[in-house]
């Protein structure tokens, strides 16, 4: 409380009664200041006071209307006590102070009363009003706090979805320039499509420049991968939605118990649930009391399964769902083919990148979305994670080659099926016999069987299951010599300091050219053997 909120407003216009009532009041610590009138009172109290001690002499009809019009200013936090000195034969039917008390918190003695009476009545009056500024004070920091959260959840979003972005652009970019550099070795000399594939290049190239912009604001986007419980995870979270979502939101949880396993970063899947069901929450009208309802469950994906995902169907297998409804407006079908563009919103003051850093995250842990939506009568969004043991199974069936006797085999690991199938052709063409795996523990579980044929890992950082650090860890306890190329859409800073003293071999960027490539392998090859050579 400031200097002016301390303040006691006295109007007692009859003799010296307002003098004598702040003498008595500064004898118990308490500051009182005389007004000439209601409208001196009302005018006062805008600018900050404790209480106010009114003789009901003082009550005009001009001075009633304009204190009851700074009561009603008042902002929600506050309500000013004022103590009312009246005669019984007065108040009982006094217009004035019955307009008074019904616009502020009035608390009535009748005189003649002890000094001590008043006193007393004041100083509780008083201790009320601090507890109501200490109340301001926690919704000010509250606020502060708020807008920080929001601020940092704003730039987090940014974060996820230009990281994401950049990461899976560069993926692609290593499809589309691998491919144009094959096909412009294997062009016969002088042909008239050699310039059109150099275009090509460059403009991958370009592109890629682009994307290490987009990774230099992005703050790389790191998953923090390990086996984990989605209904654990979402249990954990329903305290803090009842806390948060309006009362007149009923919220039902309906977590499936010993749900499989699923590989995923926890603190982002955390983030998918509070962006799913705070926007359900939302979505229910002010006027009525809505449900969400949020439910978890196993399930099996079929090529029979009829589901319309947002992009790319995720491949058949054991799958964990989160599943997240409400009976809210819902959406029309133009609204919701604009909910996962970036800044689209159909809120006010909302930012429009929840949905869309939800899709992304989901993307990057390998699972599925669709919604569904009807106007008028509520959405329900399904989102699909792998199962962690149909992810082994699926990395095992992706083993695509096996060594040949004689030559130099390499393990491409990485999660996106182009960049493997990309840094085969090229390997292949260049004499080397080629090793696939989807993920880092595909990666670990084949190396573990064939780590005396493989020369050497190109490995990309951000996988799902398990990514290339830890990878790269179980690798060194398989073979402690193993030979280690990371590949990864981000950029070298980043890669070299997560993988600092983790032993690495070396690093390229995506996208890459076939001649980068093979460069990069056989330079690595050539210094691992003169070492070996050296330390013989």
């Keep these: 409380m400031s200097q002016n909120d301390d303040r006691v407003l006295v109007v007692a216009p009859t003799g010296q009664d307002a003098i004598l009532i702040c003498e008595q009041l500064a004898a118990a610590g308490l500051a009182g200041v005389t007004c000439v009138g209601l409208e001196e ?21 001009e001075g009633v209307q304009r204190l009851t019009e700074a009561l009603n200013a008042q902002p929600a936090w506050s309500d000013l006590p004022i103590v009312m000195l009246a005669d019984r034969e007065h108040y009982d039917n006094g217009d004035l102070l019955q307009r008074l008390a019904d616009a502020g918190n009035v608390i009535l003695l009748e005189r003649p009363l002890q000094v001590k009476t008043l ?6 009056a008083f201790r009320a009003r601090r507890r109501q500024y200490e109340f301001r004070e926690y919704l000010h920091q509250y606020e502060r706090y708020q807008e920080q959260v929001r601020q940092a959840q704003k730039l987090e979003s940014l974060g996820v979805l230009a990281g994401g972005i950049a990461h899976d652009f560069n993926n692609i970019l ?61 249990g954990k979270l329903g305290d803090f939605f009842r806390a948060s979502i309006p009362k007149r939101v009923v919220l039902e949880l309906r977590l499936a118990p010993e749900l499989p396993p699923m590989e995923a ?13 705070i926007n359900a929450a939302e979505s229910v009208p002010e006027d009525r009391v809505g449900t969400v309802w949020v439910s978890t469950m196993a399930h099996e994906l079929t090529p029979e399964s009829v589901i319309h995902f947002q992009g790319a169907a995720p491949p058949p297998g054991s799958y964990v769902a989160l599943q997240v409804s409400d009976d809210g407006a819902g959406m029309d079908e133009k609204t919701l083919a604009k909910i996962f563009d970036p800044f689209f919103t159909t809120k006010f003051l909302g930012r429009g990148l929840g949905l869309a850093a939800v899709q992304g ?31 082994a199974a699926a990395a095992k069936a992706e083993r695509e080659a096996i060594a040949e006797p004689g030559r130099v085999t390499i393990l491409v690991v990485d999660d996106e099926d182009i960049v493997r199938r990309t840094a085969s052709s090229l390997l292949v063409r260049h004499g080397f016999a080629v090793m696939t795996a989807e993920n880092g523990k595909a990666a670990v579980e084949l190396y573990r069987t064939m780590h005396d044929r493989i020369a050497l890992v190109l490995l990309d950082m951000t996988m799902p299951v398990m990514d290339g650090e830890a990878a790269l860890r179980e690798m060194k306890t398989i073979r402690s010599d193993v030979k280690v190329i990371l590949s990864s859409g981000f950029n070298e800073a980043e890669a070299v300091r997560r993988f ?27 210094n691992e053997h003169a070492v070996g050579r050296t330390n013989a």
Excluded: C, W
């Design 41 to 61: 009172f009302a005018d006062i109290a805008l600018d900050g006071a404790a209480t106010g001690v009114i003789a009901e002499e003082a009550l005009t009809e």
């Design 119 to 124: 006193v007393m009545t004041v100083q509780a």
């Design 500 to 526: 600092a003293g983790a032993g690495l071999s070396g690093f390229i960027q995506k996208p890459y050219t076939s001649s980068r490539l093979v460069e990069k392998i056989k330079r690595t090859l050539e």
């Design 361 to 391: 995250i989901v993307r990057r842990h390998g699972g599925g979305l669709a919604v569904d939506s009807v106007p008028g009568k509520g959405t329900t969004f399904q989102i699909y994670f792998p199962a962690a043991q149909s992810r």
């Design 265 to 277: 970063d926890e603190s982002q899947i955390e983030q998918i649930v509070m962006n799913l069901v």
């Design 174 to 234: 290593t499809g589309i320039l691998g491919n144009a550099s094959l096909a412009a070795e294997v062009l016969p000399p002088g042909s008239p499509a050699r310039s059109l594939i150099d275009d090509v290049v460059t403009s991958s190239e370009r592109a890629a420049a682009l994307t290490n912009q987009m990774l230099a604001y992005a703050g790389k986007g790191r998953f923090d991968v390990r086996s984990t419980d989605l209904s654990a995870i979402v």
